[in-house]
């Protein structure tokens, strides 16, 4: 048996810093990322305007790229002139329909002039009934001319719309000749060059959020139970020196199903292991970069 004071404490340091060992094991491991953007271009061009550069911080909505729009400016002002070509072409539909109106009126008045002489046989029925027959004919003319200018002034008004819709198309695509940022943040790639001709949907730029970073991390069901969406966990970076420095983090997203570890953490035997992915929020710090080490740290078993 030990009877010795100072063995003793020291064999019970031992144990104590056993213990803090084994409890100070991470939970969890995982890299440092950033929510990103590979921004691109809508339409196909040639860069005439390239306003980022790496390592730039960018607004939200700033135009960052332009793109030549000369052969779409050339397409709208040909619809354009279509446009005011057609316009004119429209029929006058008050002054031609005026002339049959004017006719009628002057008919119609000889009808009444005559309808009196008639009654008192000092005018033949004849000459009324012939009255009442033009009438009758030039009502047929109103109405047919009617008509036609309808059907006239309806093909001419198509004809306008769809010019004017095609334009406007051209005017779209020329807006989107214009690549705007998305969201505030940093551009950490830049894949073109000014001058170069870039396809619609090729890449342009990466824009990273650096200002609000995450870690995605992989837990076992025993841990996975001891967590909840919000709760504040403990991420370890490292720091100067070969230290570690802590960051505050909150868990924001915690998969429903169960899946095999990722192919890039940890060995062949853990991938093998069932686990859930679990995404921390990392407090802001601007000594934070994407691709960090991280060591998650859950909170005491609840």
């Keep these: 048996m030990i009877r010795n004071p100072i063995v003793l404490i020291l064999l019970g340091c031992l144990a104590l810093l056993s213990a803090c060992g084994r409890s ?26 390239l306003r980022v550069e790496e390592g730039r911080k960018v607004e939200q909505g700033t135009v960052a790229v332009q793109l030549d729009t000369a052969a779409l400016a ?20 008050g002054r031609q329909m005026d002339v049959l109106q004017r006719q009628r009126t002057s008919l119609q008045n000889e009808r009444e002039r005559i309808a009196p002489l008639v009654t008192s046989g000092a005018a033949s029925r004849k000459q009324l009934d012939n009255i009442d027959d033009q009438l009758t004919v030039l009502d047929s003319q109103i109405s047919a001319a009617r008509s036609n200018l309808s059907r006239e002034t309806a093909a001419v008004l198509a004809n306008i719309e769809s010019l004017k819709s095609q334009a406007d198309i051209v005017r779209d695509r020329i807006a989107r000749c214009s690549v ?38 992989w837990l076992e069901g025993r841990d996975v139970a001891r967590i909840a969406l919000g709760d504040a966990v403990e991420v370890k970076v490292d720091a100067e020196g070969g230290a570690l420095r802590t960051v505050p983090g909150r868990i924001s ?7 095999f570890t990722p192919n890039k953490v940890l060995t062949r035997d853990t991938r093998a292991a069932l686990v859930y992915h679990v995404r921390i929020e990392l407090a802001e710090d601007a000594l934070l970069k994407a691709g960090m080490p991280a060591e998650i740290y859950l909170s005491s078993h609840k």
């Design 24 to 49: 100070g094991k991470p939970d969890a491991y995982g890299i440092v990322d950033a929510h990103s953007w590979q921004v691109a271009a809508s339409e196909p061009g040639q860069i005439i305007a």
């Design 74 to 93: 050339l397409q709208l002002r040909a619809f354009e002139a279509q446009i005011r070509a057609l316009q004119p072409t429209l029929p006058d539909v």
């Design 180 to 217: 705007s940022n998305p969201e505030s943040g940093t551009v950490t790639a830049l894949y073109v060059h000014l001058h170069e001709f870039v396809d619609a949907g090729y890449p342009i730029y990466k824009l990273s959020d650096l200002q609000h970073m995450y870690v995605d991390a």
């Design 253 to 259: 997203y915690i998969s429903e199903e169960a899946e």
